[in-house]
């Protein structure tokens, strides 16, 4: 069956500290997409990255940084100098290629807190 | 350009009413989507579609309609609300798999509905 899970509930760290938050998936497929998405206090849901899994090269993008590793079904998420704006929900999502659509699977999320 | 936009924002009704929930999508997206995101949760999918005139069952679809009757509009219904439909609606939309298979979902900025 598909899931995805976000063991950590809440994390609250210092302005610039590193944090990661985890993400573990099941599937049954070989082909499937990951995502994760940010919601700010706002609400709204912010896409952040996908990755298919066929590509398990680690992604950066500014202080944003992706570890993909299909030997352990894990997508963590690490942010490098935290800050407070990133202040949020984060959620991870998995999608089955096979299917005719593109559901998303979320975890429960991890909601982080960023003290100054 | 709007992306997806859901109509009303906030909504209180009592048990037994019934509404509908609008999604419109000017992205001319194929698939749309409508989840539901309850604390602790994460998003949970209720209904989709994969083309105007089509619509499907997601993970939580009892107490529920929907109608995709135009390709750029997704509506959702509560024929008899009860209190246990609390919660923050999203809409999502997203390109066809064989248009693009590496498109994510485009999200609106979510309905509050609260059952008394």
């Known amino acids: 069956a598909q899931k995805v899970t976000q063991a950590q509930t809440e994390i609250s760290v210092v302005e610039k500290e590193d944090v990661t938050l985890d993400c573990v998936y099941e599937?049954?497929?070989?082909?499937?997409?990951l995502f994760w998405y940010k919601q700010p206090p706002s609400g709204e849901l912010v896409f952040l990255i996908r990755?298919?899994?066929?590509?398990?090269q680690n992604e950066i993008s500014g202080r944003y940084s992706w570890n993909f590793q299909k030997s352990t079904s894990s997508f963590n998420f690490t942010i490098t100098a935290s800050q407070v704006v990133d202040s949020a929900v984060y959620f991870c999502a998995l999608s089955e290629v096979r299917d005719s659509s593109y559901k998303l699977i979320f975890g429960s999320g991890t909601r982080l807190l960023v003290r100054p | 350009n709007a992306g997806v936009t859901q109509t009303p924002k906030f909504r209180v009704l009592k048990t037994g009413q019934s509404m509908t929930l609008l999604c419109a999508q000017d992205?001319?997206?194929?698939?749309m989507y409508w989840y539901r995101q309850d604390p602790g949760m994460g998003l949970r999918l209720i209904h989709y579609s994969v083309g105007e005139g089509t619509t499907a069952k997601g993970e939580v679809p009892d107490g529920y309609n929907v109608s995709r009757l135009k390709k750029q509009n997704f509506l959702l219904g509560l024929e008899s609300a009860a209190p246990s439909q609390t919660s923050v609606y999203f809409c999502?939309?997203?390109?066809?798999?064989?248009?693009?298979?590496?498109?994510?979902?485009?999200f609106g900025d979510g309905t509050r509905l609260s059952i008394l």
């Open positions: 599937t049954r497929d070989t082909t499937y997409y």
């Open positions: 999502a939309s997203s390109y066809s798999r064989y248009r693009n298979s590496n498109q994510p979902q485009h």
């Open positions: 990755r298919n899994s066929f590509d398990e």
């Open positions: 992205m001319n997206h194929e698939y």
